[in-house]
């Protein structure tokens, strides 16, 4: 069990330097960005500690790869099957340490960009308040239409009718291309980017509608399941984006394990290869430490934008409102 006690104790040390080191610099940048200013120290320190959070789970990988090649690489000349051993004994850590990354990333994650995005709009003061009280607009129900916050059931549901929206604005441009003569279908299916998006050309060879018919065929209706394709493909690659975060952390800590596992084997055969990985280590350190910034960076810019779509999004909830408001009032007044 020895290796299992190193793996444990590398994993500890790393995982923490990363984590000071990811901190510190989202500190820093978070100092850059005025947040210190907006806030009182406590408060903004308390926002970092939020941000932060919500890519603690980024850093196991990482951590996990470089504990491992330690691992490993100090291994003496053992033969395979102690290689295969103890790669069998790390996955005592490897295991609780997915599972835990898991669950984070699906049910504790989510909650923790929903309070860290409603604080960074509360920080803006651009949020419209009083119409969103208004007209009864929350700032919940926005966000509840966000995939960062929505639980894995609705996030997969949403998916599978968003595919099915899509292909069936797929294949009704499809029915309309083939209704069309070939010049008119070659010109749509170009100016509309069909085929970016999956649909197969056709048209006819000798078409039955009249001219004005194909016209409107052409620049009405295609045109509008051609933009509503393009709208649902666009929300559901954001939606399959955010199903592909959830579970990258997860299947990165078997990747990282396995594969830094044979490359710290691998390694300790010769003194000179271990001089290399000497400098292969300070390498990773450096790459990994880089990877940390930008992935807090990264989740930072993500909120930023949130908070932008979410008065963004309020507005048009207020006017969606307003107009049908008005059109109500018109109706009354006519009858």
Known sequence: MKHFKKFCKYFIAIFSIAAVCGFTGLVIKEADNGTFYDLDTKEALGFCVQLGLTALTSLIPYSLSVATFLVFWAMDREKWSVFFRTLAIGLILVLPLSAMTYYYDWFVRPQMMVISVIKKVEMKQSYPQSLADKYGVSMEQILNKKPMSMSKTKLTAQIDSLETSFQADIDTCGLLLSMLPDTLASKAYDCYRL?????????????????????????????????????????????????????????????????????????????????????????????????????????????????????????????????????????????
């Open 195 to 335: 085929e970016r998006i999956g649909v197969v050309y056709q048209y006819a060879v000798h078409p039955t509608a009249s001219e004005d018919s194909l016209m409107y065929v052409a620049h009405t209706e295609l045109y509008q399941h051609a933009f509503g394709a393009w709208k649902i493909s666009n929300e559901l690659q954001r939606h399959k984006q955010e199903y592909f975060g959830r579970t990258l952390n997860t299947g990165c800590i078997y990747i990282a394990y396995i594969l830094f596992a044979f490359l710290g084997y691998l390694f300790r055969f010769k003194p000179i290869k271990k001089i290399l990985a000497v400098f292969a280590v300070l390498i990773v350190a450096a790459w990994i430490y880089n990877e940390i910034n930008s992935i807090v960076q990264g989740y930072a810019k993500k909120l930023n934008t949130e908070s932008h779509q979410i008065v963004d999004d309020t507005y048009k909830e207020i006017d969606e409102i307003r107009e049908s408001k008005q059109r109500e009032m018109k109706t009354d007044t006519q009858l």
